[in-house]
């Protein structure tokens, strides 16, 4: 089983200087055009010739495009040979070497993606077969979809011309539709008539999309087919760490496995696909791959599983002989000694990031946070500070951003005023480490369960492991928090966040968010909290969670002992909020954009985008050149309206910002895993954030 396969190209529709809109045939000549330096030039653009040119990019057939308005000559790139659309103008149109274009790159892009008198058209056409993405007055197979990159701000005019030009020059059989590239341009034409202007919304095609990658690589294994959730979990207890489990959406509680296969629509930020990140497994979206993994009889074989940009695929092969153990059944995720030191309840608002060791690395974060709101930060502007080809600095591209001078001083300071203005970091107190130890220690019936569960572990009896930790969990969840810890939590609400009439507790421990081991979903989180005795459950239920059958297995098998593993606590006040969701500052199904942020949302609630309960609005903001695009609508009717997007797209550039601050090396590129939520009053609050380990 496979996915379409082409020629493939380096060309992403998502990254500016690689694919971008699309082009047309030039007037004249026959109809295939004239054949020189990799591309063809004028002609009529038919389906054999299409085919004999094009890449492969998320499951579609593609070819780069770009059409001389000065000329009137189209021409169709060889996506085996032109990987950029500007090098190919620069050399093969206006004649410059490489080292000119270099020399002045972002003015070059500046008038070929943003110059109202531009002399070229650049991007991409698209060969798609119908689905849901097709109206029904729209013939159905197969179509062809235009689009520039998202970061050209070509208005209704410009895209008009461009479709009437491709429309001119394209064979009568395929249909055409422009797929407006960003928001911008989906505002721009939504006064021209779809009869001038026929148009496919990108979240229709992402629907629809054949394939979409979540995690790259490799794996052997026996390939597990499940028709539903019941037929899963009917067979869960007989999973094995080498298993691959395809099925509609895999569930939220997978154990380790060797691949994952999705054959319906899902988010990469859900939990389960931050798990399949974490572990790098290959883990990809493939719409047929149930009926093709039937129609193969592959169900129960050993098959190579294999995710890469430009498709998917499953080669039966021999089940091994030997079957040797995985390489991180032997591997040891490093987690910093925890602090055992005696410590005191203090607000989110006094913690720094080192404080991790005592207080755990999302309740140290959060602490950060607020610092850098406070004070601003020296290094907030280091990512675009750093040459990304092939830009040499981005600098001048963050000021515009901001609106400020692309000076040091000056451009830092705009960088803590952005911040300020626009987000908030949560109220709340931290509960340390040491105040979980003295729980546990307080009851000896725990103390002695916990004895029973170390050597089940050191034995490797996993089935008594997962009895000992159900009556480990039912011990903590009942046993009384003293009187003394409950009046000193008590005393902190009242002191810290008097007037909250909901909290969330929240769990922070030293064993996530680990290079290898990110943990995502296996921790528990609570937010119908009103009073006292509902907090000290809740704590409780948390401080349980690191107990869990599930967790307890998970960190077994990533060398994390259980000596080694605290849980600290936070509780938050309880902000309402119509919307609230979960960001990466990186592309995670394109891990060379270096452009974009990936955002998911929904109305109501930040829990409903990871637990997998709701397939999410998705979005992707460029903190470059700016622009953002709507990939999916999940299970809302209709999109945010423009002001709520130009707040998610600012709460994308602050947390490009942010990233910069908690690098921990000198390239800032390490992406951050942001959960926030949108007041009613339009103001962004971040809840969590903390390394993106994938």
Known sequence: MSTPS?????????TPDTADPAAVPARGGGPSGEHRHGAVRGGLLTLPLFEQLCGVLGGHPYVKVVVDRHEG????????????????LATEVLGMTLDELDADLDGFNHSVYHDPERRFLLGVLSLHTGGDAVPQDRPAQPFMVLE???????????????????????????????KPANHGQENAVAAVPETDLPRAQGHELFSAAPFVPLTLGTATGRLRRFADEDDYRAARAGLAWYDIVAMPVVPDDIPRLAGLLNAQPTTPLSHTNMLAAGWGVPNAIVRDALDRIDDEKLDGAWVTYEVTTEGASLERTEEPADLAEPAWHTQRIRIDAPSRDDLPIVPLAALRTGDRHAYGTKAANLGELHHVLRNGSARLTGYYAVPRPPRADLLGHLATRLGASAEGEELAEAADGFLARHVKAPEGVAVPFSLQQRFLDSSPAVQQSIGKLKMALELGAMDAVDAVCVQLQHLVRTTPVPDDMARTLDAHLVRHLAGAQRFAVRSSSNAEDLPGFSAAGIYESHTQVTDLPGALDAIRQVWASLLSPRSVRLRHEAGISLDDTYMGVIVQRYEPSPLGGVMVTCNPTNRADFRNVYLNCAHGSTAAVVDGSTLPMQYLYNTVEGGGRTLSLGAADTDLDVETRERLARLALAGRLLQSHFATDYTFAAPLDVEWLLTAEGRLHILQLRPYNA
Not at 6 to 14: I, L, N, P, V
Not at 73 to 88: C, I, M, T
Request: hydrophobic share 45%.
């Open 148 to 178: 520039t990159t998202e970061a050209d701000t070509m208005g209704a005019a410009l895209l008009t011309e461009f479709y009437t030009e491709v429309r001119a020059h394209l064979d009568e059989a395929l249909a055409l539709a422009v």
């Open 73 to 88: 000559v189209w021409h169709v790139l060889d996506s085996s040979v032109h990987s950029f659309h500007v090098n190919y």
């Open 6 to 14: 082409t020629r493939t190209s380096t060309d992403t529709a998502a």
